[in-house]
């Protein structure tokens, strides 16, 4: 261990100076957690704890649990927590926000009882504090920040209990160990830390008592991995995790790219995944990033010349392996690994390393290589916490939706296609709206969170389909993602999942009464037969896109030297896609979409057809150069007239 020099003519004042990094770290952590808790509305993730802690009792809770891919303790205690603060986007992540700024402060305590400096503490504060995966997980209304408090408070706490033979130390420890195992399966990885505490452990009594504390959290474990744990491997919960698995180098290059802040950032991580640094810039980071860490390891190391010794310097190295190099092993079995998310567990076991690797290179002798080495260290995180803080945001446009179908009838049915149910329902639920909400395919009910397309067979879906048509409301809503396509047209995102309801509307005589689309979310109204016309407002604007349709139309044709033997029909228009139908061009009336106006968009369509639910017709038709010539200036056409918002979705 590295000796404390203090300022024995002046302790009050040498303490204070010491604490001054640490208040200006954690000012700096709470300030900018706080500027970013509320730049953005839930995404699926957080609307999934939202919803599941609105649950109707604790055992429709547990239930839902029982799909999932995480222990219940978390969204227990956000039960509590929505009961007492409401479910807003602030009130949900206010937990991540308390773990992410009290992690500032334990970090630096991290740094000192493993050896660290003073100034190694004040740099890993720093690094905590402005460090943009800190951040962005402290504004988020999951467990990971709480996760990630709970390992570096029980690597702490053990070695501690090693130095002290602090008997209340191991049952705290043992304490937040089972909160951790309860919070996410990850917590497992904790386990090993108790093993080298245990070795560690100054007497034969003092071990005895380490191991009483470690059996007595396997014996309050059990009943999850007896239970719920067996549910949840049979459930698929965490089937959608093997999508992101590409074997063990992949993953661990990308973690360690990842922690060490050289972006780019794992894509699924919102606005951290959209960052693109100078690949200069990103080297020099890591260089400064790595290396230290890599330091920090040896001067750790050498220190532990007697086995005790060596297991009590091994902890942190233990929290950095575990979540990494160990899940990358469980996963060749079955993949649990999940880049810039579950590995960044280990995330606060880096950063005390490399604080201690960056003390350790400061105290050189020579003046310039600390200068350098301090301000390198200093400056880590900015580059990519800058980029992050200025990204513009991202939305998911689940509450403009939600806003717009909270104006709309009570009585009307809405239909969620696929993982948008939990965010449309954590939007709507914050709206005070009554709307019955079903989801399709169905058993998305049960765990609104995740799900997978492909397993889903033609005939189920048809059934359901039906079910939703023939359902007794005057007017059925269907919420579904939005794509763009390689044609340029927007439109379902998975159709084989939304064409058997546009097959059931069709089949069941409603028809499409209007549609609004906001980003990614297209909202479609089919109103049962005979039912009144659309609103006012709707028709109005419906007028609008005609006429100024039409009037781009008949721009085209009156410079067409074959309008005489032409009848056409706008049918859609927006400034991304132009929809025509043309009699006369073929033996079959034909659908013109026209997107990019590059004209490689353009295709035509046959539509004398129709919809035939066993063998769906060809609809695509390669257009001769002729009629590409002909077709080519009507987007312009269109373009000049300054088409209005899209309204309506094509379907065949």
């Known amino acids: 261990m590295e000796a404390d020099t203090r300022n024995t003519k002046h302790p009050a004042l040498s303490r204070s100076v010491t604490?001054?990094?640490?208040?200006?770290?954690?000012?700096?952590?709470?300030?900018?957690?706080?500027?970013?808790?509320?730049?953005?509305?839930?995404?699926?993730?957080?609307?999934?704890?939202?919803?599941?802690?609105?649950?109707?009792?604790?055992?429709?809770?547990?239930?839902?649990?029982?799909?999932?891919?995480?222990?219940?303790?978390?969204?227990v205690f956000m039960r509590g927590w929505v009961k007492l603060f409401g479910a807003g986007e602030v009130a949900l992540r206010m937990p991540s926000l308390i773990a992410g700024v009290a992690l500032v402060p334990l970090c630096w305590q991290a740094v000192r009882v493993f050896g660290g400096s003073r100034l190694a503490a004040a740099v890993g504060a720093w690094m905590t504090a402005l460090s943009p995966l800190a951040i962005y997980y402290a504004v988020e209304a999951r467990s990971y920040a709480i996760l990630w408090l709970l390992a570096l408070a029980v690597l702490v706490l053990l070695r501690q209990t090693v130095e002290t033979r602090s008997k209340t130390r191991w049952w705290i420890a043992a304490l937040l160990t089972a909160i951790a195992l309860y919070t996410h399966h990850y917590g497992v990885f904790l386990l090993p830390l108790w093993l080298l505490a245990v070795i560690a452990a100054s007497s034969k009594e003092e071990r005895q008592r380490g191991g009483i504390a470690f059996g007595v959290v396997l014996l309050v474990w059990?009943?999850?991995?007896?239970?719920?744990?067996?549910?949840?491997?049979?459930?698929?919960?965490?089937?959608?995790?093997?999508?992101?698995?590409?074997?063990p180098g992949t993953a661990l290059f990308g973690s360690a790219r990842t922690m060490a802040l050289a972006n780019p950032f794992p894509g699924h991580l919102g606005e951290l995944g959209q960052l693109s640094l100078p690949g200069g810039l990103a080297i020099s980071v890591a260089l400064v990033t790595v290396p230290p860490l890599v330091w920090g390891i040896v001067v750790l190391l050498r220190g532990g010349s007697e086995r005790r010794e060596l297991a009590a310097r091994l902890l942190p190295v233990a929290l950095l392996l575990g979540?990494?190099?160990?899940?990358?092993?469980?996963?060749?079995v079955k993949p649990i690994y999940l880049v810039g998310r579950y590995d960044l567990m280990a995330y606060p076991a880096w950063i005390l390393?490399?604080?201690?690797?960056?003390?350790?290179?400061?105290?050189?002798?020579?003046?310039?290589?600390?200068?350098?080495?301090?301000?390198?260290?200093?400056?880590?995180?900015?580059?990519?916490?800058?980029?992050?803080?200025?990204?513009?945001?991202?939305?998911?446009?689940?509450?403009?939706?939600?806003?717009?179908?909270?104006?709309?009838?009570?009585?009307?049915?809405?239909?969620?296609v696929g993982d948008y149910r939990a965010p449309l329902e954590h939007q709507l639920r914050n709206l005070g709206d009554h709307h019955e909400l079903a989801s399709f395919p169905p058993d998305l009910s049960a765990h609104p969170g995740w799900w997978e397309p492909s397993k889903y067979a033609t005939d189920e879906l048809f059934s359901w389909a039906t079910s939703v048509a023939t359902a007794p409301y005057r007017s059925v809503w269907l919420v579904l993602p939005l794509s763009h396509k390689k044609n340029g047209r927007i439109g379902p995102a998975d159709d084989h999942i939304v064409q058997p309801l546009f097959v059931a509307m069709h089949q069941s005589a409603r028809t499409l009464a209007s549609q609004q689309n906001?980003?990614?979310?297209?909202?479609?109204?089919?109103?049962?037969?005979?039912?009144?016309?659309?609103?006012?407002?709707?028709?109005?604007?419906?007028?609008?896109?005609?006429?100024?349709?039409?009037?781009?139309?008949?721009?085209?044709?009156?410079?067409?030297?074959?309008?005489?033997?032409?009848?056409?029909?706008?049918?859609?228009?927006?400034?991304?896609?132009?929809?025509?139908?043309?009699?006369?061009?073929?033996?079959?009336?034909?659908?013109?979409?026209?997107?990019?106006?590059?004209g490689e968009g353009v295709e035509l369509v046959a539509n004398g057809a129709g919809i035939q639910v066993a063998k769906p017709p060809e609809y695509h038709v390669v257009p001769s150069e002729q009629e590409r010539r002909l077709l080519l200036p009507l987007f312009a056409a269109c373009a000049r007239k300054n088409a209005p918002p899209m309204n309506h979705l094509v379907t065949p």
Not at 21 to 42: F, I, Q, W, Y
Not at 232 to 246: K, L, P, T
Not at 535 to 564: F, L, M
């Open 222 to 247: 059990l009943p999850w991995v007896a239970g719920f744990l067996f549910d949840q491997a049979g459930s698929g919960g965490a089937a959608w995790i093997e999508r992101f698995w590409d074997g």
């Open 19 to 75: 604490f001054v990094p640490l208040l200006l770290a954690t000012a700096v952590a709470l300030a900018l957690r706080l500027v970013c808790v509320d730049l953005r509305e839930a995404w699926l993730d957080e609307a999934f704890t939202s919803v599941l802690a609105q649950a109707a009792s604790l055992d429709e809770l547990l239930a839902k649990v029982a799909a999932d891919s995480h222990p219940p303790l978390y969204y």
């Open 353 to 416: 390393l490399w604080s201690v690797g960056v003390g350790a290179l400061v105290r050189e002798r020579r003046v310039w290589v600390q200068v350098a080495v301090l301000l390198a260290a200093l400056a880590a995180p900015l580059p990519s916490t800058y980029a992050y803080l200025s990204h513009p945001r991202g939305e998911w446009n689940a509450r403009e939706s939600a806003r717009f179908l909270a104006e709309r009838p009570a009585e009307e049915l809405v239909v969620v």
């Open 518 to 598: 906001f980003g990614s979310w297209g909202l479609m109204r089919f109103e049962a037969p005979g039912e009144p016309s659309p609103d006012p407002s709707e028709t109005e604007e419906e007028d609008e896109k005609n006429y100024r349709c039409s009037e781009a139309v008949g721009t085209w044709v009156a410079g067409c030297e074959h309008d005489k033997d032409l009848k056409l029909q706008a049918v859609y228009c927006t400034p991304e896609l132009f929809v025509i139908e043309i009699h006369g061009l073929r033996d079959v009336p034909l659908k013109v979409e026209i997107s990019p106006p590059d």
């Open 323 to 332: 979540p990494t190099l160990g899940a990358a092993l469980v996963s060749l």
